[in-house]
């Protein structure tokens, strides 16, 4: 069936460090992939998404690729502030699912000053 | 601008109660959801709505119950609370399901603790 594998967290960076968070999926077709962040106390909301291979997802600075080859959707950012500390879900959504998402377990960002 | 507001924001319950969550949208979205967020594991559906009159089990449904009487609200009662119930419960609604062109919308959250 398909699944979602995030790199575990916490992740720890300084502030302005270059980030990176994993994020490998399985899946039969073309799904569409997502990104999802939780800040403390809230629920998620969608940070951004991409519908087929090369599709570059972005938004508030953050870019994802949509790598066909290596089943992957890593998020990126090249300069990290302290407001982005929270917890980042990786999601795919797909036919073979009835397009209900399948979701990685998270991964908690902590960004220091 | 309220989109989904879920009640209460905490709750305590001593094993072997019930209590409903309650869960409104705004937004006339036909499909809503009902999710549990534990430590490691990410977001696990218990069940969710295509719509008024419509419900139907996620991965997680023992031990819930849900109904859809208006579009606008999304009930999930627990019958006999059990510690495993012990959890952070979402409430997120869309126009489509969780499809690309149609993301997802969720409220804040309710705290659950089961002693």
């Known amino acids: 069936g398909n699944s979602v594998t995030q790199m575990e967290g916490p992740v720890t960076l300084s502030e302005e460090a270059f980030l990176t968070i994993n994020c490998t999926y399985t899946a039969t077709g073309y799904p569409s992939l997502f990104w999802y962040v939780q800040y403390p106390g809230e629920g998620l909301q969608l940070l951004l998404k991409a519908t087929k291979a090369d599709d570059k997802g972005s938004n508030k600075g953050f870019e994802a690729t949509y790598r066909k080859e290596t089943t992957s959707f890593h998020l990126e950012k090249g300069s990290v502030q302290v407001s982005d500390s929270a917890v980042y879900f990786c999601a795919l959504s797909g036919w073979d699912s009835n397009y209900q998402l399948i979701w990685g377990a998270g991964t908690k960002l902590i960004i220091k000053p | 601008n309220a989109g989904v507001t879920q009640t209460p924001k905490f709750q305590v319950l001593k094993t072997g109660q019930s209590m409903t969550l309650q869960c409104a949208q705004d937004?006339?979205?036909?499909?809503m959801s009902w999710y549990r967020q534990d430590p490691g594991m990410g977001l696990r559906l218990i069940h969710y709505s295509v719509g008024a009159g419509i419900t139907d089990q996620g991965e997680v449904p023992n031990g819930y119950n849900v109904s859809r009487s208006t579009t606008e609200d999304f009930p999930l009662r627990l019958l006999s609370a059990a510690p495993s119930q012990t959890s952070v419960y979402f409430c997120?609604?869309?126009?489509?399901?969780?499809?690309?062109?149609?993301?997802?919308?969720f409220g804040n959250g309710t705290r659950l603790t089961v002693t």
């Open positions: 997120a609604s869309s126009s489509q399901g969780g499809s690309y062109n149609s993301p997802l919308h």
């Open positions: 937004m006339n979205h036909e499909y």
